[in-house]
T-cell receptor
Framework: NAGVTQTPKFQVLKTGQSMTLQCAQD?????MSWYRQDPGMGLRLIHY???????DQGEVPNGYNVSRSTTEDFPLRLLSAAPSQTSVYFC??????????????FGEGSRLTVL | LAKTTQPISMDSYEGQEVNITCSHN???????ITWYQQFPSQGPRFIIQ???TKVTNEVASLFIPADRKSSTLSLPRVSLSDTAVYYC??????????????FGTGTKLQVIP
C-alpha cells in the first residue's frame, strides 16, 4: 500500500494563479483532511471530509476549496493564490468506523511558495 | 475536541528520560488521549494512545492519572533521532467528536549530544 500520496511536493506560484494540490489514499479511509503548517506553528485544519460528497470547513478555510467525489481522492484548490498561502500543506486520512485508534495517516507534504 | 496545553519547547541530553506533560482540563468521558510525533519536513505520525492509567509500547509510555485532566508522554533514554515536535490530542476515536481533528502548536523537543 502506498498510504497517503500528495502531489506535487514543491510548487511555486505567482499571486493570482490557481492550482490544485492532489491527495490520494489507498486505505479505503472515510475521513480525509487538509492541514497547513507555517514556520514555528502547529498544523491548522483547512477542510475535512467524512466521506464522498461530504466536506466541511476547518479552522482556516478561506481561500481554499475542496470536493470529494471518490473515497480515494481529496484535492485542495487555490483559486487565486496569495503570498499568505505560502506554507507546507499536509493531507491526512483515517478510518472512521470499526474501532481502532482513529490514527491519522499523513502524506509527505507539499511545499507551496506564492510570489 | 478538548483544548490541550503543552510546553512550547524542551531540551534534553542524550540518554535521559524525557517527560512531556499535556493538560486537558475539559476532557470528556468518551475522549481518548493520543500523541503524535513530527520530524522536520515530514507529516506527523501516531506514537501512542490511551484512555486511563498507563500504556506502553516500543516507542514510549503514556501516563494518565485517575482524573484524566492531564497526561504525560515518557520517552526512555532519548537519542538525537528523537528530536521532533510532539503533539497531544484529545477526542473521541470515530464518529461524533473526532471529525475536526486539530493539533495545536505541540512541544518541540531538542535532544543535545
Amino acid at each position: 500500500n502506498a498510504g497517503v500520496t500528495q502531489t506535487p511536493k514543491f510548487q511555486v506560484l505567482k499571486t493570482g494563479q490557481s492550482m490544485t494540490l492532489q491527495c490520494a489514499q489507498d486505505m479505503n479511509h472515510e475521513y480525509m483532511s487538509w492541514y497547513r503548517q507555517d514556520p514555528g506553528m502547529g498544523l491548522r485544519l483547512i477542510h475535512y471530509s467524512v466521506g464522498a460528497g461530504i466536506t466541511d470547513q476547518g479552522e482556516v478555510p478561506n481561500g481554499y476549496n475542496v470536493s470529494r467525489s471518490t473515497t480515494e481522492d481529496f484535492p485542495l484548490r487555490l483559486l487565486s493564490a496569495a503570498p499568505s498561502q505560502t506554507s507546507v500543506y499536509f493531507c491526512a486520512s483515517k478510518a472512521q468506523r470499526g474501532g481502532g485508534t482513529g490514527e491519522l495517516f499523513f502524506g509527505e507534504g507539499s511545499r507551496l511558495t506564492v510570489l | 475536541l478538548a483544548k490541550t496545553t503543552q510546553p512550547i519547547s524542551m531540551d534534553s541530553y542524550e540518554g535521559q528520560e524525557v517527560n512531556i506533560t499535556c493538560s486537558h482540563n475539559n476532557i470528556a468521558t468518551n475522549d481518548y488521549i493520543t500523541w503524535y510525533q513530527q520530524f522536520p519536513s515530514q507529516g506527523p505520525r501516531f506514537i501512542i494512545q490511551g484512555y486511563k492509567t498507563k500504556v506502553t509500547n516500543e516507542v514510549a509510555s503514556l501516563f494518565i492519572p485517575a482524573d484524566r485532566k492531564s497526561s504525560t508522554l515518557s520517552l526512555p533514554r532519548v537519542s538525537l533521532s528523537d528530536t521532533a515536535v510532539y503533539y497531544c490530542l484529545v477526542g473521541e476515536l470515530n464518529w461524533g467528536g473526532y471529525q475536526k481533528v486539530t493539533f495545536g502548536t505541540g512541544t518541540k523537543l531538542q535532544v543535545i549530544p
